[in-house]
C-alpha cells in the first residue's frame, strides 16, 4: 500500500488506501514479482493482491491473503517435499 500510494504522490498519506494508477499498479506488480524466486508466480500473486486492495480497499485482506497464501505454500512444500519452492 505504501509503495503503491508513494508512486502516486510523494506525500502518500495524502493517497488514499486503494487508489489506482497504471504506473503505480505495474511498478509494484513488477517489484513483487521479481524480489520471489519463482517470478512468474510472483507477478501474478502480486496482480492478485493489488486487484484486491483496489476492490476492498483493505490493506488488511491483502495481509490475510498473502500470509494464507504462504501458510498453504509452506504446507504444500513440507507434504510434498518440494524444497525448490522456499
Do not use: D
Not at 2 to 16: G, S
Not at 21 to 41: K, Y
Not at 42 to 67: D, F, M
Request: aromatic content about 18%; hydrophobic content about 55%; some cysteine.
Amino acid at each position: 500500500s505504501f509503495a503503491l500510494r508513494w508512486l502516486i504522490k510523494e506525500e502518500f498519506t495524502e493517497v488514499p488506501i486503494g487508489a489506482f494508477s497504471w504506473f503505480s499498479c505495474i511498478a509494484v506488480v513488477l517489484a513483487f514479482g521479481f524480489e520471489h524466486h519463482q517470478w512468474l508466480v510472483g507477478l501474478l500473486a502480486g496482480i492478485a493482491y493489488n486487484a484486491l486492495l483496489y476492490r476492498t480497499k483493505n490493506l488488511s485482506a491483502c495481509v490475510l491473503a498473502h500470509a494464507v497464501t504462504n501458510l498453504l505454500l509452506g504446507v504444500y512444500v513440507l507434504w510434498t517435499h518440494q524444497w525448490n519452492f522456499w
